[in-house]
């Protein structure tokens, strides 16, 4: 690791006689883990120098024939040699080793950037291709992007259990430790009784079951907390060596390959517009900007990042205004530099009311119209319905009561004592305001008296045309 000087331990590894022992480790292994029985994608490297001296790495395999590791484990110079020569194995451990367990390595491309001059360094990154793909059957890992602070990642390596000179190597180990910051480059984990000790250099780091890190350095020079180089960022340097080196098969091989004579299995998981659930975190179209976080894509699902976890994502959003982590971001506080684009200066109390605040703006949450009767707003809420006015729904009356009249019409209307709580013309009956009752119609008055006087007169007619 970078920011430990150069190892001279004589410690022994246990092989098989056909590999001679390595007499020197390089930096780096899992400190106080537990056995990675399962972990293939995570090799073994033998390192052998033209001076003689040897040391142990370890790599993850990210294509059928391309294992990452880290930069200084493969540079002759940072080890003051001319050459180097590199076998790796994914065998769990080294105890019963054979030279036919060990697969060359034919081409090693390190980052252009990389110095191994460098105390420490960021570009602490290598390609290799190994010359078959491994005889042990593994997938390989899926690249993502390293969690936020506070989150676990699953460390691997073959380096040594604890930092006692007399602590083994060469076993496959892993641990789960927190992320305790990051980096455009890097990410910092572990802590000073758990993390990365020698022989872990160039080991990943797992987040949701895809590698988000290559062990790089540990931190204050000793076995601990560490700092892995991100695959994310070097994306470009890592796809450009596996196009070149170990192009898609149109076998199931995790890459999509084209011009295949039948249609590739691995395909169902490209870049196709198309979510497939079977192909996991492994198809980007499971982890777009769809509102839903979906855990196993990680940091590379959009909706993931923009949730609150301590850390503002520029990219949600303006000003990441949908990040509730970030300045302009939705999060109880009205930022006046953001303006308009903190939803918190619109959903403030400011006595207007933001319709797309509700209901976080409380001027929205009483007297506006949003459906719903506030009963303490009276009738200046627009929701809310007049005593006597027909309703189908007791929450739109401003009395609270909806009742149904002897003809079966149903209006408002309001619990009450006496009459001097009901209004419009309606009095407490049976403790509920009603209409009052309406009089009954006038009787008719009989006999001569009330006959009109123009009947009178035709009838004196009659009888006195019949006296003639």
């Known amino acids: 690791m970078r920011a430990l000087p150069l190892l001279s331990l004589a410690v022994c590894v246990a092989c098989a006689p056909s590999v001679p022992a390595p007499v020197q480790q390089s930096r780096e292994p899992i400190l106080n883990g ?3 029985t399962s972990a293939n994608q995570v090799f073994l490297l033998d390192l052998r120098f033209d001076t003689g001296s040897a040391s142990i790495c370890t790599g993850v395999l990210i294509s059928p024939r391309v294992l990452l590791t880290a930069a200084h484990c493969v540079d002759p110079v940072f080890h003051g040699a001319a050459s180097v020569t590199v076998r790796a194995t994914n065998e769990p451990d080294d105890t019963m080793l054979m030279n036919s367990d060990m697969i ?3 081409a090693i491309s390190r980052h252009p950037s990389w110095n191994a001059a460098q105390t420490e360094s960021d570009f602490d990154l290598a390609a290799l291709l190994l010359s078959t793909q491994p005889l042990i059957a593994t ?11 506070g989150t676990q990642v699953n460390i691997v390596g073959y380096g040594r259990l604890t930092s006692g000179s007399g602590a083994s190597s060469g076993t496959r180990r892993s641990l789960s430790v927190n992320v305790n910051s990051t980096t455009a480059a890097t990410f910092n984990f572990g802590s000073g009784s758990a993390g990365l000790c020698v022989g872990d250099s160039g080991g990943p780091a797992f987040f949701n079951g895809s590698v988000v890190g290559i062990h790089s350095r540990a931190v204050g020079g000793a076995c601990g907390e560490g700092v892995d180089i991100r695959l994310d960022t070097y994306r470009s340097f ?20 084209t011009g295949c004579p039948s249609a590739d299995p691995d395909c169902a998981c490209a870049a196709d517009g198309t979510c497939n659930s079977t192909c996991g975190a492994s198809d980007p179209d499971c982890c777009g900007a769809d509102g839903t976080c979906d855990t196993a894509c990680g940091a590379a699902d959009p909706d993931c990042r923009c949730r609150a976890d301590s850390t503002c994502d520029m990219t949600c959003g303006p000003s990441g205004a949908n990040d509730p982590d970030c300045p302009c971001g939705l999060n109880s506080a009205c930022n006046a530099t953001c303006g308009a684009s903190d939803p918190d200066c619109r959903c403030r109390a400011d006595g207007r009311c933001d319709p797309s605040c509700m209901p976080t703006d409380v001027d929205c949450s009483h007297c506006d119209t949003d459906g719903t009767c506030e009963a303490s707003c009276g009738l200046s809420d627009a929701d809310c319905l007049d005593d006597g006015q027909v309703c189908s729904d007791a929450a739109l009356c ?51 008296s009330a006959a009109p006087v123009p009947v009178l007169l035709v009838l004196l007619a009659l009888f006195l045309r019949r006296q003639r």
């Open 104 to 106: 060359p390595v034919t």
């Open 34 to 36: 537990t056995a990675a």
């Open 398 to 448: 401003w009395g609270g009561l909806c009742e149904t009249d002897p003809r079966g019409f149903t209006f408002c209307t309001r619990a009450c004592s006496d009459d001097s709580a009901c209004a419009n013309d309606t009095t407490c009956q049976m403790r509920v305001c009603r209409a009052r009752p309406k009089p009954p119609p006038d009787d008719v008055q009989g006999g001569c």
């Open 238 to 257: 890592i796809d450009a060596f596996v196009n070149a080196n170990d192009a898609a098969l149109c076998t199931m091989d995790s890459r999509c390959a």
């Open 139 to 149: 997938a390989p890992a899926p690249m993502g992007s390293p969690p936020a602070t």
